[in-house]
């Protein structure tokens, strides 16, 4: 092969060269892409914190009508000085049999104020259970955004593998015609080692971000993934100020607390109404034998509160602290929302301007090193070493292009709870 020959690669060159001799192999067919809004919609019918969420909310909801119910009422049935019970053999002169009910009567408002709580803890629940389906699904999304990056980064470290391998290919010629050195040729095969203990450290991540994808559907982790859709930048265009108003109004976390709130201060009143009596009516019916006639009696009961400084007081005492104690974790839970929020639209915010630089200075200037250096090479005043350095520099950008825009990504999709809106592209 003539020197000018086998000396003439450009980048553009060495990428095609890549290409063609990956063309070259048997092909494999290529997995299905599976699309995040595939996943979303398999996430909400099997994940298994959903599931039990959702049927936590569905229990709540059924606990207002039992509270606002009266008590069960008491059948009564008596048999006095009577000889056998389906026999008048025997029978005394004051014998009877009777029959009566009885029914248990709060104070007037005590079982509207439970069932008035018990709502405000379903609305608290239906909250959660919206918090725990959109906590997976940006559980899910994160994950996913990590899958499609380390996919891409295998991509990028494959193909540097492969020219690489060219450039070892050139290096081994030269240095057997004598117009090279063997430390070139020796750079090169450390380089390839290099790549491929770093290709399996990639492949290793992406078997753990599958099985947690896997874990998050519910599925076996045997089960098929397929491949990831295009990793594609969701520009942020709200902004922080809004985010936090949003936050306040639409995180269920947030809401769930003041469902909490209302709840805790019902149970306030309700403890007020406990100082009040309760009432009980009965009505029996009693046959007394021949020598009397049937009779009705009514009787009417009231329960006292006798021990209220012990019972009922201290009643009233715990419905206050829980009372206050709800409105503690509701600042808490608003403020952990705030600073979750600036966080993350921070660390987006962020990532845009990198991502801007990689794409709109750092990538190109070290392409254009790249083809300086190679255009050097061709005439010997670079050596080896620094050819493989820009090409390794090149690549290195490309890969950390794709991780921040994963983080981009995932910061928007840890968003999406907090404020309650969909922020990244389906």
Same mark, same amino acid.
């Given at each position: ?14 990428? *095609? ?7 070259? #192999? ?14 979303? =919609?398999?996430?909400? %019918? ?18 207002? =009508? ?7 009422? @008491?059948?009564? $049935? ?13 029978? #005394?002169?004051?014998?009877?049999? /009777?029959? /009566? ?37 940006? &559980? ?35 240095? =057997? ?9 020796? @750079? ?35 089960? +098929?993934? /397929? ?7 969701? +520009? ?26 209302? *709840? ?40 006292? +509160? ?8 201290? /009643?009233? %005492? ?15 839970? &608003? ?15 962020? *990532?845009?301007?990198? $991502? ?36 390794? =520099? ?17 910061? $928007? ?14």
């Amino acid at each position: 092969m003539p020197r000018r020959t086998c000396l003439h690669f450009s980048f553009a060159v060495l990428m *095609s060269l890549c290409a063609a001799a990956q063309s070259g #192999s048997v092909a494999q067919p290529a997995d299905a892409q599976t699309s995040l809004a595939a996943l979303v =919609s398999e996430l909400k %019918e099997r994940n298994p914190e959903i599931q039990a969420a959702r049927y936590r909310f569905e229990a709540a909801m059924k606990r207002p =009508s039992q509270a606002g119910s009266l008590p069960d009422p @008491k059948l009564n $049935l008596s048999n006095f000085g009577v000889g056998h019970p389906v026999s008048a053999l025997n029978d #005394s002169n004051f014998a009877y049999r /009777g029959l /009566g009910i009885t029914q248990e009567l709060p104070f007037p408002g005590k079982l509207a104020l439970a069932s008035e709580q018990a709502k405000k803890e379903a609305d608290s629940e239906r909250e959660m259970y919206g918090a725990a389906l959109q906590d997976a699904i940006a &559980r899910l999304k994160a994950a996913y955004f990590e899958w499609a990056s380390l996919v891409k980064q295998i991509e990028i470290t494959r193909r540097n593998r492969d020219l690489l391998q060219r450039f070892e290919e050139i290096a081994r010629n030269r240095y =057997s015609v004598g117009k090279g050195i063997q430390q070139e040729v020796l @750079k090169a095969q450390v380089e390839l080692s290099s790549l491929a203990q770093e290709l399996e450290i990639l492949r290793q991540k992406r078997a753990s971000v599958e099985a947690q994808i896997q874990y998050l559907l519910g599925r076996d982790a045997e089960a +098929p993934l /397929g491949q990831p859709a295009e990793l594609k930048l969701s +520009p942020l265009n709200a902004e922080l100020q809004s985010l936090l108003s949003a936050s306040e109004k639409n995180s269920p976390r947030v809401r769930a607390q003041e469902f909490l709130i209302d *709840s805790r201060a019902v149970g306030v009143e309700r403890s007020k109404k406990e100082y009040r009596p309760d009432f009980a009516l009965s009505v029996q019916w009693q046959h007394t034998g021949s020598n009397f006639p049937d009779y009705y009696a009514a009787t009417a009961e009231v329960k006292l +509160p006798l021990y209220f400084w012990r019972k009922q007081r201290f /009643g009233a %005492e715990e419905a206050e602290s829980k009372l206050r104690e709800a409105k503690e974790i509701f600042r808490s839970t &608003r403020q952990e929302a705030a600073y979750l929020v600036k966080e993350q639209f921070l660390a987006a915010k962020s *990532s845009e301007r990198l $991502l801007e630089l990689y794409k709109s200075g750092t990538i190109p200037q070290a392409t254009l090193a790249l083809d300086s250096t190679t255009s050097a090479y061709e005439v010997g005043k670079v050596d080896f070493l620094t050819l493989l350095n820009s090409l390794s =520099s090149v690549l290195t950008f490309e890969k950390q292009y794709y991780q921040e825009l994963a983080r981009h990504e995932q910061a $928007l999709a840890r968003l999406e709870p907090l404020v309650g809106q969909e922020l990244t592209q389906p």
